[in-house]
């Protein structure tokens, strides 16, 4: 059973920084692509960056137009962990924050990726 966990998230001041990490068990970590995504209420979840599998792809990543430049996606296969770096965070970054994991390539479409978690908090007030 696969099982993705969150953490890292909190509430920050505009300008500010967060790391989130996302822990991931229950399959071979390596071969599956990564993703985060953001929901904020009374919106629909949205892409914001997604690193692929460590064989052709190479970790290949994509990012949101919203978010380039400020966010960071790394992944450590030794600790089947995947990170997302934000920096100069904005107000309208608040959202719940999702990873997500999909076999080998890479997407920005939320109905491609098989398993979620549970989702963390990220506030940035102004």
């Known amino acids: 059973q696969v099982q993705l966990v969150e953490s890292g998230g909190g509430l920050v001041q505009a300008g500010g920084s967060l790391r989130l990490s996302c822990a991931a068990s229950g399959r071979s970590f390596s071969t599956y692509a990564m993703g985060w995504f953001r929901q904020a209420p009374g919106q629909e979840r949205e892409f914001v960056a997604t690193i692929g599998w460590s064989g052709g792809t190479s970790g290949k990543t994509s990012y949101a137009d919203s978010v380039k430049g400020r966010f960071t996606i790394s992944r450590d296969n030794a600790k089947n962990t995947v990170y997302l770096q934000m920096n100069s965070l904005k107000p309208e970054d608040t959202a719940v924050y999702y990873c997500?994991?999909?076999?080998?390539?890479?997407?920005?479409?939320?109905?491609?990726?098989?398993?979620w978690g549970q989702g963390t908090q990220v506030t940035v007030s102004s």
């Open positions: 997500a994991m999909r076999y080998l390539s890479v997407s920005s479409a939320p109905h491609e990726y098989a398993y």
